[in-house]
């Protein structure tokens, strides 16, 4: 079966970077896009972008564009989130979801906690 | 980029009843392409209708998405004690992806 999988909780000062996993199984990795989402707690939900698992091109939302890097190493099936400069605006819940190319997000890591304080 | 606005904020409902959900979008959406997500307390967002209404794998016929262009409605028809979660829309025609900030669906 589809899963998404991701790294731990992370707690992180401000003006650091921190970086999340998602170890993709049960599907071909390459076929899918990579799109992360991120929530603050108790709140909506907000699109970072996107990486192309088989060409590795990526599309960021504008408001993190030269603050975020996704990646992927098709070895292990794995895409990377990397957030810099970090305030505590930037605590939320990281989610990795998986698209068809331009499609829907149908399946969903289960989050990683990213506290900055 | 495309505003979503979901409306009510809370709906207060009893189990057997009907939950019609509304998201209002600030520009037509491309394709249709307006998807709804469940999410629990402490879980990750669950498609449950995409191309505003195509059922997701394993979702209950009790889900119904329908609408285009701008309005789109979620209709839980008789609602379960599961039911009773935040939901989200999401278009996905155009870039940026966006969400509306949800409906909270809880027991009267």
């Not at chain 1, 992360?36 to 060409?55: A, D, K, T, Y």
């Not at chain 1, 992927?72 to 930037?90: A, P």
Request: glycine share 10%; charged share 15%; with cysteine.
């Amino acid at each position: 079966q589809v899963q998404l999988v991701q790294s731990g909780a992370e707690v992180k000062k401000p003006g650091a970077s921190v970086r999340v996993s998602c170890k993709a199984s049960g599907y071909t990795f390459t076929g899918y896009f990579i799109h992360w989402v991120r929530q603050v707690p108790g709140q909506g939900l907000e699109w970072m972008g996107w990486i192309n698992p088989n060409s590795g091109g990526t599309n960021y939302a504008q408001r993190f564009q030269g603050r975020v890097t996704m990646t992927r190493d098709t070895s292990i099936s794995t895409t990377y989130m990397e957030l810099n400069s970090l305030t505590s605006d930037d605590t939320a819940v990281y989610y990795c979801a998986r698209s068809p190319m331009g499609q829907r997000n149908d399946y969903w890591g289960q989050g990683t906690l990213v506290t900055v304080s | 980029e495309i505003v979503l606005t979901q409306s009510p904020g809370t709906l207060s409902l009893s189990p057997g009843e009907r939950a019609t959900l509304s998201c209002r979008a600030s520009q037509s959406i491309t394709n249709n392409y307006l998807a709804w997500y469940q999410q629990k307390p402490g879980q990750a967002p669950r498609l449950l209708i995409y191309a505003a209404s195509s059922r997701a794998t394993g979702i209950p016929d009790r889900f119904t998405g329908s609408g285009s262009g701008t309005d789109f409605t979620l209709t839980i028809s008789r609602l379960e004690p599961e039911d009773f979660a935040v939901y989200f829309c999401q278009q996905y025609g155009n870039s940026p992806r966006t969400f509306g900030q949800g409906t909270k669906l809880e027991i009267k």
